[in-house]
């Protein structure tokens, strides 16, 4: 009785598809669900059906796995696994690696432009827990938002940023943003230029470039205080950086002596 049940399902759902849509694309995950109302995720199937994977032909499981061969669910389900499993493809940790099997990033950026508009990508509530991923760069921010606009101007509104209303000062060590020693103009340990050097996109998440011009620059009023390392002026990498990208050094150096790298105007 099972196994009738099971082949008239499969032959309504093969059917049942192109009658209502009129496409010709096929995908035996969305024909089965299709023909079960009582199977989970009907909204989603029916933004797949509309979607361009669904007008391609990329079937549910080139996503999130199964066998897409045959109608007996438990072999269909093989190997599924939910979303919220650290190793399911659709993981939000993993989407970056199975969307990047078949799409470039500007293929993704395409839709889910943080700019803009997120399209279904993060959970709910993410706001809230987003500072653990982006400390681990999965998924990587960058990919979406811009780090000297969206994030700084999110954490500005959130009263984080230096530039917005906030409870934080450096007058009051208990209300203190970052812990004691972490950036003096007089000396000290000056802590902040070792999680600098580790992952500057953490500082530029709440301070824009012309704070750390404050100091390292050679501005008029800057202390001159230099990120680089011993050994960096006419180094190999200064040279590189210099050639790729000239305006980069000349946002802290202004004359050309102070460039160096063989630099000559043009």
Not at 55 to 77: D, M, Y
Not at 137 to 160: K, L, M
Not at 203 to 223: K, N
């Amino acid at each position: 009785m099972r196994r009738l049940k099971m082949i008239i399902v499969a032959t309504a759902a093969m059917l049942l598809p192109a009658a209502a849509s009129g496409q010709s694309y096929r995908s035996t995950c969305a024909d089965c669900h299709f023909a079960r109302p009582e199977a989970p995720a009907q909204d989603h199937l029916f933004n797949w059906e509309h979607s361009l994977h669904g007008r391609n032909n990329v079937g549910c499981e080139k996503c999130h796995g199964g066998n897409a061969s045959t109608f007996e669910q438990l072999q269909a389900h093989a190997g599924l696994l939910t979303a919220d499993a650290v190793k399911s493809p659709v993981n939000r940790r993993n989407l970056p690696a199975t969307c990047g099997a078949c799409h470039d990033r500007a293929e993704c950026v395409a839709c889910h432009q943080g700019v803009t508009k997120p399209v279904d990508f993060h959970p709910g509530n993410y706001v809230l827990a987003h500072a653990v991923d982006a400390r681990r760069g999965t998924p990587d921010c960058s990919a979406c938002h811009r780090a000297q606009s969206f994030c700084v101007g999110c954490h500005e509104r959130s009263g984080v940023g230096r530039r917005a209303i906030t409870d934080y000062n450096t007058v009051d060590p208990e209300r203190a943003f970052h812990p004691a020693g972490w950036a003096s103009a007089t000396g000290g340990p000056n802590r902040h230029a070792l999680e600098a050097r580790r992952s500057i996109a953490s500082c530029a998440s709440c301070h824009r470039d012309d704070e750390c011009l404050e100091c390292h620059s050679a501005q008029p009023g800057s202390i001159r205080a230099s990120p680089h390392p011993r050994g960096w002026r006419n180094s190999a990498r200064c040279r590189a950086l210099d050639r790729g990208n000239r305006r980069m050094c000349l946002r802290c150096h202004v004359t050309q002596d102070e460039v160096g790298c063989d630099w000559r105007a043009m």
